[in-house]
């Protein structure tokens, strides 16, 4: 229909292209607006984008006060999957899908809008108006880095590093719950510092057997995207990256979209996920404590103070790690021949991350412009990570 393409590039005023859509018969429009929806998701799912990024990305920039947006999408989602076996979509996309419940739930894509009218309890306008929202954000996305086959590619068997195992995962998972509930410093410590030991002893294991007479050798580094929420966006960037680089990762940042693509083997990108997850609970945590009173007066100063304190906490988390892995290695390495293997790994993940990105910018590093928030970062970094 003219009417939506013209009202979402823009060619017509928003609210003039609303009234022109309100006053238009149903029948019309609602087949039309969905079939509008579901073309703008194909279309970005064959450019690289997985669910779970969309969803971000939509409730990123349409809001988290119009909740519909991302209902909407899921929906779409769902729809796009129904041409789809499920055996042959990749097992990683799926998973997100299922992880949002994108499942079909309306009788007929032609009374979509007027059955979502009716299950919201809304009128029809205002869900004419959230549509129009979703395709509008959809519109502003381009075309990304495709790390996982979409629905309709060719699948091919999967060449991705083991996961860590499940067993593993869940002790991981326990110490670091454990890690961020706790009010004692000494105990976060402990029980961080015990995850990443497990961590380092499990992908120190899996790179022995990997180069071991040619074991793994079909196993190839892989590539994952995470998200990094505002605000202060750049600083929790820099802590991501902290963590990626000391377990063997490496990272690219999109500030435009808000995420970072980690690059790695499939088990140390697991180990940088869990790890930069628990890492940012126990910043805000201890940020929070040692800041300074808001209000107008204090406000610029808090924000100061924030931004020094997250710059000063992903350096000394990455000055630590560091260091734990170096000492990992050499304990490792005194009794195998792990180091040729280590760094043959990180040429094939730098070689992966070449493909994908062949250019790229290096970043700005951010300001630090409050001495109590840069000292308050170290002493929180020096408590949550282990010595």
């Known amino acids: 229909m003219k009417q939506i393409d013209d009202l979402v590039r823009g060619a017509v005023a928003y609210e003039d292209g609303l009234d022109l859509l309100a006053v238009a018969p149903a029948a019309e429009v609602d087949p039309a607006l969905f079939g509008a929806l579901a073309d703008a998701v194909a279309r970005l799912v064959r450019g690289g984008w997985q669910p779970a990024e969309l969803h971000r990305a939509v409730v990123r920039r349409g809001g988290t006060d119009r909740p519909l947006l991302a209902a909407a999408l899921v929906d779409a989602i769902a729809a796009l999957l129904r041409g789809y076996a499920r055996r042959s979509v990749d097992e990683r996309w799926l998973a997100q899908a299922d992880e949002l419940g994108a499942a079909v739930w309306w009788s007929a894509d032609a009374s979509y809008v007027s059955e979502l009218t009716a299950r919201r309890r809304l009128d029809r306008i205002s869900v004419v108006d959230d549509l129009l929202g979703l395709l509008v954000v959809l519109r502003a996305l381009h075309p990304i880095e495709v790390l996982v086959p979409p629905p309709g590619s060719a699948l091919v068997p999967s060449t991705k590093a083991s996961a860590v195992d499940s067993r593993l995962l869940d002790k991981v998972r326990a110490l670091l719950a454990k890690a961020e509930s706790t009010g004692y410093p000494a105990e976060a410590e402990t029980y961080t510092a015990k995850a990443q030991e497990l961590i380092a002893r499990h992908a120190i294991d899996e790179a022995l057997l990997a180069g071991r007479d040619g074991a793994g050798a079909d196993v190839v580094p892989f590539a994952r995207r995470i998200g990094v929420d505002h605000p202060y966006e750049n600083e929790k960037a820099s802590l991501l990256?902290?963590?990626?680089?000391?377990?063997?990762?490496?990272?690219?940042?999109?500030?435009d979209?808000?995420?970072?693509?980690?690059?790695?083997?499939?088990?140390?990108?697991?180990?940088?996920?869990?790890?930069?997850?628990?890492?940012?609970?126990q910043a805000g945590r201890a940020m929070a404590k040692a800041e300074p009173p808001g209000g107008k007066a204090g406000r610029a100063?808090?924000?100061?103070?924030?931004?020094?304190?997250?710059?000063?906490?992903?350096v000394r988390i990455g000055e630590r790690l560091a260091r734990a892995t170096e000492l990992a290695i050499e304990e490792a390495a005194a009794a195998s021949d792990l180091l040729p293997v280590l760094r043959s790994r990180d040429e094939q993940v730098r070689e992966t991350m070449a493909k994908i990105f062949p250019r790229t910018v290096r970043g700005r590093g951010s300001r630090v412009d409050s001495l109590e928030g840069w000292e308050s970062g170290r002493e929180a970094a020096d408590r949550a990570i282990l010595n």
């Open 257 to 281: 979209y808000g995420f970072a693509t980690v690059f790695g083997f499939d088990a140390d990108i697991d180990a940088v996920d869990l790890l930069y997850t628990s890492l940012l609970v």
């Open 301 to 314: 100063r808090l924000k100061t103070f924030r931004q020094s304190f997250l710059v000063a906490y992903a």
């Open 241 to 255: 990256d902290a963590v990626a680089e000391a377990n063997r990762c490496h990272t690219v940042w999109s500030p």
